[in-house]
């Protein structure tokens, strides 16, 4: 019994209630919020000294006797996911307090923001800590509702349409997961993973591994694998930038939480490993394939978030030890730099007006700190030593050169290859957006744009002869830009992209040259964790090592929830 | 777990089935209804779930505690039926704002996914436009031609709508646009 294990889920349902009655002082909502989170953390960070120190802490809600009621555990796996995820909401909180989006989103409805917020970390958090089968699906309802409103606040038609196919391929997937619930209760009599960890070894082999596939699927769609990964590329582009830093950072994990949990506290001798193998292949060079045709920088980092997803399978694929360790440190480092990375570009956005590459440029030199800010998360996710991701993929490569087989050798190939082209596809976008001048991005826009505008005056002085046209693709001095992809900005033209490029917001002096100081230190705080995640990389790779024992050994958790033994 | 109910299988998996094939329409009201049915027939499953029905799970009503029904996944039915519930509110909401905005509240196509395969089109006929002028599967220029920019460059295209030999998107002459020009002495220089 410890008595710190529900406040990371009660804090945030609480203050949303509160925030949510609080709607009409949006200083105190803010601040509200913001400490709430900030308390969060601590004792997240509280919770993860005592599962390290003392095993799993356990709680049981409402004192029903007999196992009944529902149980909360947070071993080291969950309370450093918690921290983790803890530290993430509230450099995001911050960011988007900073950015006052509660105030100056067009025709949002200004209180619900915060609220939404809080209920989204508490059913993240409630994920994680969840200890049995129906409490995780009430949790996942409970982040996949908040989720549905942030990703269609303001109600606008490009987040109508994304939303529409976020919300129902989430249904969807919800439904399925009733439906697993049904039959696992129906199999087995209890919901309690720890119970179930017991029973299902009783069962017959096609009962479980039927139970096991269903739970799988649901949880491979919310986490996003191959073929399952489509709706995600979609949706989350569409939303405000902090909304999407925050479902990028931790929805996808929560999914893969869910399956390392299920692999290894359920199934621990039905691994499965060879069809997840190809998922995490699929998944990563399809995913891969995608972010280097996209031409979008938040669409590009879409997929190379589902890319990366397969690094997680991967590791939880392999079902060794040290498979597990090694996803258990790529979900950190991974959770950390995806939110960096959409926060920066939310900054972006706001100082170069537009995310579309082709009306982007030239921000290495009249933005150097977000360049900066953004070349350091961008390296990191192309696995570049010494970051963390180089770490955390050498890790995972370790596991699979353990395991031996045919498959985990591919699989390195295949990682190596998709840190590649994450590399190049960074490379791609930091050439184009960072490195040409915004004149060049300007006179590639508007070369095309003469074909298609006979009024459009071209640039006099320079020679758009040297901007031409070959197979789709628009060449310049500064980069390569689909040809598609300006036609499509400029036709779809609507609310989330202005007409106007970069360069043609510079010579209007329209150009916001401040970036907030309230969105800068967010930003800049998750990138400077994310370095520091390199820097600590030892003790939190231990730390990760003794999770994944935990997790492997089962008997820590066991013991804790069934017996009550919790130091 | 001996006796089941056949009568809640059967209603149970006629729903879903029903369900899903709603699901798959184009409009959002049909498939919210799909989701609703489909909501139904899962909470049937759950009273399958739960094993044969017996007297109220109600503590001291009975002495017998051996003959009351499970109750357990009746307060699971009952979180699932609120869950659907706020989902269909919500589901709702957003058929309603598509009315309003779109003038219809069908599912509508990934735009992103529609420029990645006209890039595919424009990437094969410009390889090998002298070599075939028929339609691409995918190509649009007979469907919709605003949308279709590089179907057609040339205005040679036998389907195409514009019998003058124009680009279809803006009526100029194909061949005294200077980009297109260039693209075409980019090929030849290719080739």
Redesign the interface.
Known sequence: MNALVPLPVLLPILGAGATLALGRHPHVQRWLSLAVLGGVVVIAAVLLVQADQHGPQTVWIGAWPERLGIVLVADRLAALMLLVSALVTLAVLAYSVGQGMTEDEEGAPLSVYHPTFLVLVAGVANAFLAGDLFNLFVSFEMLLFASYVLLTLGGTATRIRAGTIYVLVNLLSSTLFLISLAVTYAATGTLTLADLAVRLDELPDHVSLMIQLLLLTTFAIKAAIFPLSFWLPDSYPTAPAPVTAVFAGLLTKVGVYAILRMQTLLFPDSPLTDMLLWAALLTMIIGILGAVAQSDIKRMLSFTLVSHIGYLVLGIALGSQSGTAGTTFYVVHHITIQTALFLVLGLVERRAGSTALMRIGGLARLAPLLAVLFFIPAMNLAGIPPFSGFIGKVGLFQAAQADGRALAWALVAGGALTSLLTLYAVAKTWAVAFWRTPLEAHEALEAIGSTDDPDGEPVPGHDTRAVHEHRGHVHTAGGVVSRADIEEARRLGDDDMPERDFYTLIEAGEDSRHSPRGMLAPAAGLVTMSVLLSVVAGPLYALCDRAAADLHDRGPYLSSVLTGEDR | ?TDVNLTLVVVSASLLGSGVYL?LERS?SR?LVG?VM??NG?SL??L???GRAGSAPIVGEDADSAGISDP??QA?VL??IV?TL??TA??LA?AY??WQ??GHDD??D????A??R??AT??VT??AYAATTSDFPGDDSSGDPG?G??DDPHGKDPHGKDPLGRDP??G?PAES????A??AE??GA?S
């Open positions: 777990m699901v959002l498939v989701l489909i909501g899962v499953g759950f399958v779930a739960g357990l996944p699971m979180t699932a869950i706020a989902t919500f589901v957003m704002r598509s905005l779109y599912v509508q990934d735009v992103e996914d420029t990645v006209r890039l424009i990437d410009s390889e949308q920019p590089d998107r803006t100029d646009d200077p980009l297109r260039d693209a980019t090929r290719d």
